[in-house]
């Protein structure tokens, strides 16, 4: 039994060796969740505007055509729960921050990471501290791989030096990622709806408390995306969106859901703006919160 014991170890102890090489080598592969921590840690002190929330923002709003000191923290399927802890982890920092972006998605109030998009969850424990998954590892997610191959094949990072995303992949055809995007958007998750709106609120008030304006943004979407919404859904946005900005003097929201400004060429797929997109639809947001609430980006 104790020969059997000993030659098991043996064994063992070398997979365990290989697993830790493993884990700390995939930790070091450049990802935006670790360069986005890092560029705050060392440049909230002097930020002006930080933008949040899902794709939509974080394909859609460029920080560089922006003319104060702008960072884009906003990451993909990301929630209104990472969106707080990523506004208030470094608010010890914060000494020049006087607005805040919120992507307010057609999806925002109904989606959750925790049964939309799981497997993402553990970045914000390995790489930005999220106390509920720091001891999340790499090498035992699906998309782990994923992420290797992409390095591999191209080895740059995800997003520009401020956040903004960059490098996507192909363009995908409009129409059908857009009726696609629609129904995978569409939700009814009432225990969803009432944690996000618990997270809005806390939001509303970390921003209400030290005078920094909230601005909600639904970014531009191709006509098959928006013609496939639930009505109910999308009214519940904007019934909310309305409510919050008469009860709260430091909230404003802006919707470019159907704006027809943009063309195929300023979408990446039916819910994406293209990089072309994304620098026409940033000076047109900074050009409309300065005319419409004399807010200055």
Known sequence: MKNFIKQLVIFIIPLIVIFIILEYAIRQIPNTYKYKNEWMLQHANNLNTLIVGNSHCMSGINPFFLTNNAFNFANSSQDLERDYFILTKYEDIYAELKQVI???SYCTLQDKMDYTDKPRLKYYGIYIGYEKYKYSMEITSNITYEKVREYLRDGSLQCSPLGFRVNIPSKDDLNISGIKAAKRHTLNNQESL?????????????????????????TPTWHTYYEHLDEH????????????TEDHKNVFYLDFLKDVRF???????GDHLSEEGAEKFTKILKNSLDYTFKIKL
């Open 102 to 104: 919120l992507s307010f």
């Open 233 to 244: 859904q999308l009214n519940q946005i904007y019934s909310i969106a309305t409510e919050i």
């Open 194 to 218: 009432t944690d996000n709106l618990k997270f809005l609120n806390k939001i509303i008030q970390f921003c209400e408390n030290r005078q920094i304006k909230l601005i909600l943004v639904t």
């Open 263 to 269: 063309n195929d060429k300023d979408f990446s797929d």
